[in-house]
Nanobody, 121 residues
Framework: QVQLVESGGGLVQAGGSLRLSCAAS????????MGWHRQAPGKQRELVAT???????NYADSVKGRFTISRDNAKDTVYLQMNSLKPDDAAVYYC???????????????WGQGTQVTVSS
């Protein structure tokens, strides 16, 4: 099995910054993509940012220019640097990873438990 553990959430004032981390562990052969999604109360879960093993990134329009996703492949860890936070950014942020657990195995999608980000106005 594969476990994803997020950290770094918390309470911040509007305009402030937070850095989220997510470390993957367990039966990992390779990780193709890692990313962050978020879900606010009463809303659907939405993509925030993704990054491939090669470093290609993708961002939601709402966070472009404010958030930066990065990855340490040696540590199987993904980060999300969030700057200029807005009240609309408040949500539970979930880490996910597309992981192969063995040679010849198909990739599967794994999710963390989520970390709360609260932005006060």
């Amino acid at each position: 099995q594969v476990q994803l553990v997020e950290s770094g959430g918390g309470l911040v004032q509007a305009g402030g910054s937070l850095r989220l981390s997510c470390a993957a562990s367990g039966s990992i052969f390779s990780i193709y993509a890692m990313g962050w999604h978020r879900q606010a109360p009463g809303k659907q879960r939405e993509l925030v940012a993704t990054i491939t093993s090669g470093g290609s990134t993708n961002y939601a329009d709402s966070v472009k220019g404010r958030f930066t996703i990065s990855r340490d492949n040696a540590k199987d860890t993904v980060y999300l640097q969030m700057n200029s936070l807005k009240p609309d950014d408040a949500a539970v942020y979930y880490c996910n990873a597309v992981v192969r657990t063995g040679f010849g195995q198909l990739s599967d999608d794994y999710w963390g438990q989520g970390t709360q980000v609260t932005v006060s106005s």
